[in-house]
């Protein structure tokens, strides 16, 4: 395994080129499933996940070409529809594919998936919104087996809890669905949109992305098409945090109006930081005030537009060093809080009280060996290493690249002393 070494106490000043958003390029290289004919879709980030996802189509004889930032895909009849567990075990987003193969082909088996070890994320609101369309589902073995006779049928589907995989896994299986879909209390996430958009681009009908009530009008059958992927947004989020975290300057480029309207927005209350657009939106300027500013911040994780649950590890470890008591409630996974225990080992002045972190200035932040236990943790203990006095060796660093692509080598632009090291 990787690890990552870090020397901190550098501010951080230069230019960062934001990747593709993963968690767009994720559920749309799903619905390539969703046609026989050739997709093409770029600004693809090279990161473990996506090669998963794409081992998991080739096993479902996808054609995969891949080039640069740009994957062409092929979807033939599989001689099994079968999502095996040695491929869907690596990640949560791998039982995207269910609702695809069901409308496409009417079933299909697929392992219960795996992921980061954040907390429950039950699949139930997946099944019950296929179910409303027709589908026949029985769990065995640790495998959903579900089974239609015909074409899934358009239902009014009413989610008892937002789900981003959820809302996106039905909209992929209603493109093809005999009638309307109409989804409610669905997930309103850019990505979300952004899967629309790529759907639409193939000859889907649909409204209402972007807001709570989401309507599909079915199709017999879906075209070519090809498709950029949207920034990463939470990508953009970690490097301002970065940023916060050490003071400097840095430019974020390859981001869009709304990711920059977002990212200013919940992080208005960073009074010591300073977010710019610039270019229309297509480039994002952060700079770090010097003056020292007293912080009293409550910040709770909620649904989109909300504070994403997905930045929660790394603004607990921007705060680090700041003056003042900050409290972040984390509202989306109840074990979210897996960085404190390294943190600590840091010198964090940090306490947790059920879902809440209760975050104070610390006497001292100092470099130590630390273990990153899931995606986004592993991106805060980066930030409490860039601002750490010493050295800091980050182990386990595979959860680092299930995310963020050439992570080490955009901050060593910026003047960081970071490099990867092979154990």
Same mark, same amino acid.
């Given at each position: 395994?990787?690890?990552?070494?870090?020397?901190?106490?550098?501010?951080?000043?230069?230019?960062?080129?934001?990747?593709?958003?993963?968690?767009?390029?994720?559920?749309?290289?799903?619905?390539?499933?969703?046609?026989?004919?050739?997709?093409?879709?770029?600004?693809?980030?090279?990161?473990?996940?996506?090669?998963?996802?794409?081992?998991?189509?080739?096993?479902?004889?996808?054609?995969?070409?891949?080039?640069?930032?740009?994957?062409?895909?092929?979807?033939?009849?599989?001689?099994?529809?079968?999502?095996?567990?040695?491929?869907?075990?690596?990640?949560?987003?791998?039982?995207?594919?269910?609702?695809?193969?069901?409308?496409?082909?009417?079933?299909?088996?697929?392992?219960?998936?795996?992921?980061?070890?954040?907390?429950?994320?039950?699949?139930?609101?997946?099944?019950?919104?296929?179910?409303?369309?027709?589908?026949?589902?029985?769990?065995?073995?640790?495998?959903?087996?579900?089974?239609?006779?015909?074409?899934?049928?358009?239902?009014?589907?009413?989610?008892?809890?937002?789900?981003?995989?959820?809302?996106?896994?039905?909209?992929?299986?209603?493109?093809?669905?005999?009638?309307?879909?109409?989804?409610?209390?669905?997930?309103?996430?850019?990505?979300?949109?952004?899967?629309?958009?790529?759907? *639409? /681009? =193939?000859? !889907?009908? &649909? $409204?209402?992305? #972007?807001? @709570?009530? +989401?309507?599909?009008?079915?199709? %017999?059958?879906?075209?070519?098409?090809?498709?950029?992927?949207?920034?990463?947004?939470?990508?953009?989020?970690?490097?301002?945090?970065?940023?916060?975290?050490?003071?400097?300057?840095?430019?974020?480029?390859?981001?869009?109006?709304?990711?920059?309207?977002?990212?200013?927005?919940?992080?208005?209350?960073?009074?010591?930081?300073?977010?710019?657009?610039?270019?229309?939106?297509?480039?994002?300027?952060?700079?770090?005030?010097?003056?020292?500013?007293?912080?009293?911040?409550?910040?709770?994780?909620?649904?989109?537009?909300?504070?994403?649950?997905?930045?929660?590890?790394?603004?607990?470890?921007?705060?680090?060093?700041?003056?003042?008591?900050?409290?972040?409630?984390?509202?989306?996974?109840?074990?979210?809080?897996?960085?404190?225990?390294?943190? *600590? /080992? =840091?010198? !964090?002045? &940090? $306490?947790?009280? #059920?879902? @809440?972190? +209760?975050?104070?200035?610390?006497? %001292?932040?100092?470099?130590?060996?630390?273990?990153?236990?899931?995606?986004?943790?592993?991106?805060?203990?980066?930030?409490?290493?860039?601002?750490?006095?010493?050295?800091?060796?980050?182990?386990?660093?595979?959860?680092?690249?299930?995310?963020?692509?050439?992570?080490?080598?955009?901050?060593?632009?910026?003047?960081?002393?970071?490099?990867?090291?092979?154990?």
């Amino acid at each position: 395994m990787d690890k990552i070494e870090i020397t901190g106490g550098k501010s951080l000043t230069g230019k960062i080129r934001i990747s593709g958003s993963k968690n767009s390029a994720l559920p749309i290289l799903a619905a390539s499933l969703l046609t026989e004919e050739k997709i093409s879709v770029s600004n693809i980030p090279n990161l473990s996940d996506i090669f998963s996802m794409l081992d998991l189509l080739k096993s479902l004889n996808v054609k995969i070409k891949k080039s640069k930032d740009k994957i062409d895909l092929t979807s033939s009849t599989p001689r099994s529809l079968l999502a095996h567990y040695d491929l869907v075990r690596k990640m949560r987003a791998s039982f995207l594919i269910l609702g695809p193969l069901l409308a496409r082909y009417g079933e299909a088996k697929v392992s219960l998936p795996g992921g980061c070890a954040i907390g429950n994320r039950p699949v139930n609101l997946h099944l019950e919104g296929l179910e409303k369309m027709g589908v026949n589902f029985k769990i065995e073995d640790g495998y959903v087996t579900g089974f239609i006779d015909g074409r899934l049928k358009g239902a009014t589907i009413n989610l008892n809890k937002i789900s981003v995989g959820a809302t996106e896994n039905l909209i992929m299986a209603a493109t093809l669905a005999e009638g309307r879909t109409i989804i409610t209390n669905a997930a309103q996430e850019p990505e979300i949109s952004d899967l629309s958009k790529f759907l *639409i /681009r =193939m000859g !889907a009908h &649909i $409204k209402g992305f #972007g807001t @709570k009530k +989401i309507l599909i009008d079915g199709v %017999k059958k879906l075209k070519s098409c090809s498709y950029e992927i949207m920034p990463d947004r939470i990508e953009s989020g970690t490097y301002i945090l970065c940023v916060f975290g050490c003071g400097g300057m840095v430019k974020l480029e390859n981001v869009n109006n709304e990711i920059c309207n977002h990212l200013i927005k919940i992080f208005r209350q960073l009074k010591s930081l300073q977010l710019k657009k610039i270019d229309n939106g297509k480039n994002l300027l952060i700079k770090k005030n010097k003056k020292k500013v007293e912080l009293s911040l409550i910040v709770r994780t909620k649904e989109y537009p909300g504070f994403p649950t997905d930045l929660q590890a790394q603004l607990t470890s921007s705060l680090l060093k700041t003056k003042g008591r900050s409290e972040i409630i984390e509202n989306i996974f109840e074990n979210r809080f897996m960085h404190i225990g390294e943190l *600590i /080992r =840091m010198g !964090a002045n &940090i $306490k947790q009280i #059920g879902s @809440k972190v +209760i975050v104070k200035k610390c006497k %001292k932040l100092r470099g130590a060996e630390v273990m990153a236990t899931d995606l986004r943790a592993s991106s805060c203990l980066v930030i409490a290493a860039l601002m750490a006095d010493g050295k800091t060796t980050i182990n386990r660093v595979y959860h680092l690249d299930r995310g963020y692509e050439n992570l080490e080598k955009k901050l060593k632009k910026c003047g960081a002393q970071i490099k990867r090291m092979k154990s």
